[in-house]
């Protein structure tokens, strides 16, 4: 590219750069003029030219066009004209027949239907815009046709090659314009298998780092895409001639060993391209940056990238051709330096290193812009470039160099400093357009920025002479918006007498707004607004006018009133006699519709027959033209029935009669207007007519809703839809429901029209990678509005600037192809009939379709992995490689394998995703399963395909807590002893090294201090001895690893109390419920103890080592909870009144003995003595904790205290009655009837742990027998009670 003019220099660098600066220092830049936007103002602006629309600089045909189109559009008032120069020179356009101008455009378009070539249009163009302001140019359009030249005929030998040598077939194709896209296939069109041995370089050539036997099997043409044009030139193919010391046989081959066994001479590695051991290259700025490195050697040699002195640019740098080539897509100034390939086989290694140079065409650091000034005002142009090398700034001033115009008065004003031109009171008629034109060798850039020095007089943009009209006291603001250049100074006067009005009871405002801050009737009369500027000034006028509020002086009141009276509503309004005011009712909050029923008049509403319906809350609405004012009431309608009875008020309400009479009258176009009359409303009045329609056309005999009118209405105006055959019936609704519908009205058809509808839900999508359907809902049939219904659907290239395509159809999508890949769209749609077209819809941006995206995310790898989860990092891929919409990475990961010897998983993958477009993407993976071996690869998705997978990277997670026991069960084996049995986890998540098991006692609602117990990892039961048969114990179960203790699995041991036979073990631990193939959840839980906590966990039959997640929940409690009776309140009571009775009893005896009075029977109180010990002889008595010294449970004794006290005191005279006389204390036998002693009134009696009174009778005995006892223990009270029993 070339710049626009010459590069004179401006002056010696360093003077300029201190003259700016002491310029700078001392500039005072007044604000640049914001024009407003009024159309008078605009219209009479005068613009100096701006280009707003051009082609592309490198701008490239297609010679089979009929016509190129060179763009150049500008705007400017006065409206620019046009003229275009080629190759430096002007082009008469009014010479050449095929070339014309677009009208109020600088467009050219160059027609070749009537012959001519558009090789003989090439060249550089460049267009000029002018009006008697300034000149703006365009870029320098550079138009070349586009070049697809055939392939030189030859006749190629076949190509002899020895095995395992290197081979280089070279493609040079024919230059085209732009290059072609090269790709090699064999004659059968398949395309060559490319790898790391054999891949096409960058250049089209394809390389053989080694030769097999194989290659010489196919023949290898090269081919040239000139995607322009669209067509391909093939050259004529290479035929191999593969020569081998040793024969060959095709079925020796295999991938490991590709000679067969047979001795191929292996060599180190060697470049093919590029030669020798060092290259350069240059790139510009965001360009992209292609290295490449090919080597021979056998083995296949591996290739290797570095950067001296520093690292890759990891989130730039991709690697492509089996990592021969490096890629950058946008090269920056730290890109630059010496990039090193080494190839490597088992023979050695080589290395070439490739310098790379960035340059960079230049690039802007400060556009200019334009600039508005009014006369004597200052100003700049800057204009900042950057590039390498650095590029030369140069200024023109209408499309001529700066410094080769001649010298003008204006000139004096403006001074250039490099990079800025200075602009010191402007004075009128310096308009210009200014270039600024940054160049060096690899290119230029061209900025247009005009100065526009406007004068204008001082412009009144408001009304003129308006009238305000405003309440008394209310703040006030007067508007009078202007313009002129310079800026005009506004005053405010009153009446047109005194000075400008600011202060005390005014405020003026810059923007030309004057404010009152509390309006009084001295405040009106007439405002006058002036504004004033070196070139005139202007005024207007502002009448104001106060007037008094408008007020509702008597509001409306809450009323009562009886069904089927009436009721008023007064609003009685003041306000300024001046101002017109209009009344108007709401009924809960919505406009009351007054029809026949309801009166109203200046002061008050009135509603005749009330009923429920007319119930709510009415609102009086005043308004003036400048304020308002409203007031609300209530309405209640009380029911008759309460306080008026009648027979009629007694019938209960009823369905209404139907409407009669329908009657059709004012047709139009799209309305008619409906009359009827109502029937008998049925003791319920009428809220609401339904009218319904039916047509002949679509739906014939189908009734359809229209529209729904109050009730006091009987005549309504129906809007309907055009070109229809309409008949008409309505039903009439009450309180208790519908009417029956009434007689259908006469038909009615409406004339026909354009349609009114757009057709919704308007999108388009690719079915296909070069498509892309446009589809819609049609419209119903009442909107077609007409016959043949069609639609016109266009389309075009978002951004592109083309015009539309479009197309017109009656099907409800269209399929527009051949389309590139994923590429927006703007689409619009409508409707049309034989009477016209409707109404354009909004633009919508559909999308062309998908392909599979061309790259895959690469370098996955994993950090910080623990035992259920890892950090994964992988390098992204340019979205644009996605080639449709990014949805995210997928992330496909599975179990391979566990640690734990022996344990079967599921290898079933599972995904993830990942979205994220960050240049150094990471991700967290979950609810991994500890101690075990993953695998996982990475893919990219669209909206319809994933990519290529990623590397594959294996990990292992670290060692894990287990998870709970498989079941607890827990088995009551005696009073004294509990068995507990245990299955090993599902999940071990490491390897186990034991159990732990927690024991508590359960008291009350607390619990006591803990024991624990560990087993071996091979041990799964228990025998434990219970210290406390009564007590209940709570157990937690875990598994151990070397990370710590898994997950508890608790459970309670249940009160045996009053239990005895232990035949039958409790199992209050596993539980198996088996659900049917087939079977879908819920599944019911049945026969679980009320109160229990209890723990779920789903798993297959087939593999034990899939299962779900460990779920904890509690039964409701039963309505009486289960308790220990001899720790309540009502036993020990209870208790307590029966040892009374028995001691009054004993009292009374005696009393009767001293008075020798008769005392009770021996058999009452043997009797009674029997009942109380057998109330309680089914409790166990008596309970002893067998500890050992240290403290301990004795786990091995397994005899009750209860065992032993019943071996040692059997007798055979347990049962015997009580006899008359007994032992003495001393042993000796007593025969006296009256001996209370016998009774034991001597003996220790007492009270036992219950409460219950407990004597030592002791049953009398012979001597003989008592001399036969050779026990001498002393006899307890608990054998005592079992004798009396």
């Known amino acids: ?98 070339v014309t101008m677009r009208k109020r455009s600088g467009t050219l378009e160059v027609g070749f239907r009537s012959g001519g070539r558009p090789e003989d249009y090439e060249g550089e163009y ?77 250049n089209g050539d394809l390389y053989f780092s080694n030769v097999l036997v194989q290659d010489g099997q196919n023949d290898y043409s090269c081919n040239a895409r000139f995607n322009f044009t669209y067509t391909i030139q093939q050259k004529n193919p290479f035929n191999l001639k593969v020569q081998t010391r040793e024969p060959y046989n095709d079925t020796s081959y295999n991938a490991s060993d590709p000679f067969g066994g047979r001795k191929v001479a292996e060599t180190p590695p060697s470049f093919l391209s590029p030669e020798g051991s060092g290259s350069s290259k240059m790139v510009l700025r965001d360009e992209r940056l292609l290295l490449e490195c090919i080597a021979a050697g056998l083995p296949t040699p591996s290739i290797k990238w570095f950067k001296r002195g520093g690292d890759l640019p990891a989130l730039k740098v991709k690697f492509e051709n089996f990592n021969k080539t490096l890629k950058i897509l946008s090269v920056s100034e730290e890109d630059a330096g010496e990039y090193v390939c080494m190839a490597d086989n088992r023979l050695g290694s080589i290395r070439h290193s490739i310098d790379v140079q960035v340059k960079a065409a230049p690039y802007w650091l400060d556009k200019p812009t334009n600039l508005v000034l009014a006369p004597e005002e200052n100003g700049r142009l800057v204009c900042r470039a950057n590039g390498n090398p650095k590029p030369n700034i140069q200024w023109l001033m209408n499309g001529e160099p700066i410094n080769k115009i001649t010298e003008t008065p204006t000139s004096a004003n403006r001074e250039v400093l490099g990079d800025t031109i200075l602009f010191r009171g402007v004075q009128i008629g310096s308009s210009a357009v200014y270039q600024c034109n940054a160049s060096n060798q690899h290119g230029y850039l061209l900025a247009n920025a005009f100065v526009s020095v406007l004068d204008m007089a001082p412009r009144m943009l408001g009304p003129k002479n308006q009238l305000i009209k405003v309440v008394m006291n209310n703040r006030t603001f007067l508007n009078c918006p202007f313009f002129g250049s310079p800026l ?220 729904s009118f109050p009730g006091d209405l009987n005549s309504v105006i129906l809007q309907l839809a055009p070109n229809v055959n309409y008949q008409f019936r309505v039903i009439a609704i009450n309180s208790v429901g519908r009417s029956q519908p009434s007689q259908p009205s006469p038909r009615y058809k409406t004339t026909a029209a354009p349609p009114d509808s757009i057709p919704r839900d308007l999108r388009g999508w690719g079915s296909n990678k070069d498509n892309m359907e446009i589809t819609w809902e049609p419209l119903r049939d009442l909107e077609k509005n007409g016959p043949n219904l069609q639609y016109n659907v266009w389309w075009r290239r ?174 009551r084996r005696s009073l004294d002893t509990l068995y507990l049995e245990w299955g090993k986890p599902l999940e071990p998540n490491g390897i186990l090294i034991g159990y732990q098991l927690v024991c508590q006692r359960v008291n009350g609602s607390r619990l006591d201090q803990q024991e624990i117990k560990t087993f071996r990892p091979n041990v799964t039961d228990f025998i434990l001895r219970l210290p406390d048969r009564s007590a209940r114990y709570k157990f937690n179960l875990s598994a151990l690893t070397q990370v710590g203790t898994g997950e508890v699995y608790a459970e309670e041991s249940p009160h045996f109390t009053n239990e005895e036979n232990f035949t039958d073990a409790t199992d209050v631990g596993n539980k198996t419920v088996t659900v049917e193939e087939g079977k879908q959840p819920p599944v019911n839980l049945k026969a679980l103890i009320a109160g229990e906590k209890y723990h779920l966990k789903v798993y297959s039959q087939e593999l034990n080592s899939i299962s779900s997640k460990s779920v904890t929940f509690k039964t409701k409690a039963a309505h009486i909870d289960q308790v220990d009776i001899a720790t309540q309140g009502w036993f020990i009571g209870l208790m307590c009144a029966i040892a009374l009775i028995i001691l009054i009893l004993l009292i009374v005896c005696f009393i009767k003995r001293s008075r020798g009075g008769k005392y009770p029977s021996p058999g009452f109180l043997t009797g009674f003595t029997k009942y109380l010990v057998r109330d309680k002889k089914d409790l166990p008595l008596d309970p002893v904790d067998q500890k050992d010294q240290d403290g301990s449970f004795d786990y091995q004794n397994g005899s009750s205290v209860r065992d032993r006290n019943e071996n040692e005191n059997s007798s055979d005279e347990d049962n015997k009655p009580l006899q008359g006389s007994q032992t003495s204390l001393d042993g000796n036998v007593k025969e006296s009837d009256d001996s209370l002693v016998d009774y034991g009134e001597g003996g220790d009696g007492q009270f036992n742990e219950d409460g219950s009174f407990i004597g030592q009778y002791t049953v009398k005995k012979d001597k003989d027998e008592t001399e036969g006892n050779e026990s001498s223990e002393a006899t307890s009270p608990v054998n005592a009670i079992y004798s009396l029993a």
Not at 128 to 141: D, M, Q
Not at 150 to 163: I, R, S
Not at 555 to 564: C, K
């Open 1 to 98: 590219m070339r710049p626009v003019g010459g590069r004179e220099m401006l002056g010696k660098v360093g003077h300029a750069a201190l003259t700016l600066l002491s310029l700078l220092l001392l500039w005072q830049e007044a604000a640049a003029i914001e024009v407003p936007l009024d159309p008078k103002i605009q219209q009479d602006l005068k613009q100096p030219p701006t280009i707003i629309k051009q082609s592309v600089k490198d701008y490239i045909v297609d010679p089979r066009d009929n016509t190129i189109i060179i763009e150049c559009e500008a705007k400017g008032n006065p409206v620019p004209t046009f003229s275009w120069r080629r190759n430096g020179r002007l082009f008469n356009i009014g010479k050449d027949p095929r």
């Open 126 to 202: 460049q267009c000029f815009a002018t009006n008697e302001l300034g000149v703006a140019l365009s870029n320098k359009i550079l138009l070349r046709v586009s070049k697809a030249p055939l392939w030189p005929k030859e006749v190629l030998a076949p190509v002899p090659v020895t095995e395992g040598s290197p081979l280089v077939l070279p493609c040079n194709p024919p230059p085209g314009l732009p290059p072609p896209l090269i790709f090699w296939m064999d004659s059968n069109m398949t395309p060559i298998h490319q790898d790391r041995r054999v891949s096409m370089g960058l």
């Open 488 to 707: 005009p100074e506004l005053r405010w006067f009153k009446n047109g007498q005194g000075s400008g009005l600011d202060g005390g009871q005014y405020r003026a405002y810059i923007n030309g707004t004057l404010e009152i801050k509390r309006a009084r009737k001295e405040d009106e009369g007439i405002y006058t607004c002036v504004a004033n500027n070196m070139l005139g000034n202007a005024e207007n006028q502002v009448q104001l006018e106060v007037k008094e509020p408008t007020r509702i002086i008597q509001a409306p009141t809450h009323q009562s009133v009886l069904r089927g009276s009436k009721a008023s509503f007064h609003c009685k309004v003041v306000s300024d006699p001046s101002l017109p005011t209009k009344v108007t009712w709401t009924k809960d909050g919505e406009r009351l519709d007054l029809g026949w029923r309801l009166k109203k008049n200046e002061e008050s509403l009135t509603i005749p027959s009330v009923s429920e319906n007319d119930e709510g809350i009415y609102t009086c609405t005043v308004k003036s033209e400048i304020d308002q004012d409203s007031a609300s009431a209530r309405l209640t309608v009380l029911e008759d029935a309460f306080l008026n009875p009648s027979i009629f008020s007694a019938l209960p309400p009823d369905h209404p009669d139907p409407p009669i009479d329908l009657d059709l009258s004012d047709p139009s176009a799209r309305s008619v207007r409906l009359t009827w009359i109502p029937g008998n409303d049925r003791r319920s009045p009428v809220t609401d007519f339904l009218v319904q329609f039916e047509e002949n056309r679509w739906e014939p005999g189908r009734w359809q809703n229209l529209s």
């Open 798 to 971: 978002k951004d592109s600037g083309d015009d539309w395509t479009n197309v017109t159809t009656s099907e409800t999508k269209y399929v527009v192809r051949n389309t590139e890949t994923y590429v927006p769209y703007e689409i619009k749609i409508q409707a049309r009939n034989e009477l016209g077209s409707g109404p354009e819809s909004n633009i919508v941006i559909g999308y062309s379709g998908e392909d599979k995206p061309t790259d895959s995310p690469t370098e996955l790898r994993v950090s910080k992995v623990g035992s259920t989860r890892a950090n994964i990092h992988w390098k992204p891929v340019d979205l644009s490689s996605v080639q449709g919409e990014f949805k995210e990475y997928r992330l496909y990961y599975w179990r391979e394998s566990s640690l734990v010897p022996g344990l079967v998983v599921s290898k079933e993958k599972k995904t993830t995703g990942f979205y994220t477009t960050v240049p150094e993407p990471s991700g967290i993976l979950k609810d991994l399963v500890p101690y075990s071996k993953y695998k996982m690869f990475m893919v990219v998705a669209n909206s319809r395909f994933e990519s290529l997978p990623s590397n594959n990277v294996e990990f292992t997670t670290a060692e894990g807590v287990p998870d709970a026991p498989r079941f607890f069960r827990i088995n």
